[in-house]
């Protein structure tokens, strides 16, 4: 127990990083998390103002546990609004026919194909041309045009874009929930 009070905010940091993960692996309405947290702050608000009951020995695990479940909420509700796909100006939102990108990396060579990573700067729908943003991954064909790309040059792509599906074997590795963690990290910073 004496360990615990030495590093009192790594108690709450558990259930926060429990919230981000959660966030991640389950589709979350953010309205609904959002009312959770407001009755959450409601219950905390009671337990403040009838402190003398809760202030007990027997009941003082009742804050804590109201506190540590705020500590979730908020750890979902970030994660959720700081998602790509979640943003409203995010190009997945629209059906889209073509964009324009411009190349964040050179190409990497692989076996069948050369692959970069881009962002999105606008997109074509129904013939009209709109400033959408995201980040996405992009594999072309193997031939000297792909060969001659470089970081910072702008295409334009024809075609739809594919999301990375979840794998279908449950102990595969998940690339989506580790590429959404990273980003979360170095947004932060």
Not at 57 to 73: D, E
Not at 98 to 125: F, G, M, P, Q, R
Not at 164 to 172: C, G, K, M, T
Not at 176 to 188: F, N
Request: with cysteine; charged share 15%.
């Amino acid at each position: 127990m004496k360990t615990w009070n030495k590093i009192p905010l790594f108690r709450l940091l558990i259930p926060f990083i429990i919230g981000i993960i959660f966030s991640i692996y389950c589709d979350c309405n953010q309205l609904v998390i959002l009312k959770l947290g407001l009755v959450v702050f409601v219950i905390l608000l009671i337990i403040s103002f009838f402190k003398n009951y809760f202030t007990a020995y027997s009941r003082r695990w009742i804050f804590g546990t109201v506190v540590k479940v705020l500590i979730f909420v908020f750890g979902i509700l970030i994660t959720e609004q700081n998602k790509p796909s979640n943003l409203l100006s995010h190009f997945n939102k629209i059906n889209v026919d073509a964009s324009i990108v411009v190349l964040k990396e050179d190409v990497i060579s692989k076996s069948n194909s050369y692959k970069c990573e881009v962002e999105v700067i606008a997109v074509k729908s129904a013939n009209n041309w709109q400033t959408y943003e995201g980040k996405a991954i992009l594999y072309l064909a193997k031939d000297t045009l792909s060969k001659a790309l470089s970081y910072g040059d702008k295409i334009i792509i024809n075609g739809k874009w594919n999301t990375i599906s979840n794998p279908s074997n449950p102990a595969q590795f998940i690339i989506k929930a580790i590429c959404i963690i990273v980003g979360l990290l170095l947004s932060s910073m």
